[in-house]
């Protein structure tokens, strides 16, 4: 199904998609998405999902930040004027990669949007989360035992069940890399607030809220992909597809 189409700048018919990138230890960001794909599709909205190198997604590719930001920009060169979604880790490397393709317009999911010089790890708690299990390897990953009742509280079994198998080791260095570029300085930007997250509070959120253009708040815990993806999808819309083609 082609995307909804956009004035072009010579007057010709563009198309528009949303380009998902996917959280913090976690694999299979199609998954992930899907829901809120789906929701789009229904208006002529096509979407893709990137896959991070980080979470072992991309063979060969080498694991760190710099390579999830390289697999972004490049589906962002691929598919043309985009939406640009980040989730939680995944707002980290959408703001480094928003300055490739055409993106016009980032949105924040549960997530941090840090300046030039900052990493997740200067805009997070100074302690270490105790749902996070870090590995003399270099590796870093959600417990089990908390995904449920931390991240997944407001969603349906088929959900949780599906999130908990998808979950993956990812390389720790991506906490500490900081991003040279950041995309909320020149971009127009929405950071969805997840009103229920009990991974990433609120307070915390609404503090790096400050620094897009709009904020809007959900009663959703840290997945609102899985949990309630219309009211996301309508969030995302908003921003897609202009007012008079609403």
Known sequence: MAGRPTEGLAGRETVMRVVFVHGACVRDGKWWWSRVAAALRADGLDSVAVRLPSCGEVAGAERDFAADVAQTRRVLR???????????????????????????????????????????????????????????????GVRRESVRELFLQDCDEQAVEGAVARLTRQEASVLTAAVGHAGWRHLPSTAVVCAQDRATPPTLQRLQAARATRTVELPAGHHPMLSHPHLLADTVRAVAVPPERV
């Open 78 to 140: 691929e598919v043309g004027p985009a939406v640009l979604v980040g989730h939680s880790y995944g707002g980290v490397v959408a703001t480094e990669a928003a300055d490739a393709g055409e993106v016009t317009h980032l949105v924040y999911v549960s997530s941090f949007l840090p300046d030039v010089g900052q990493a997740l790890a200067h805009l997070a708690p100074a302690e270490p989360a105790p749902y996070l299990d870090f590995s003399p390897d270099g590796t870093f």
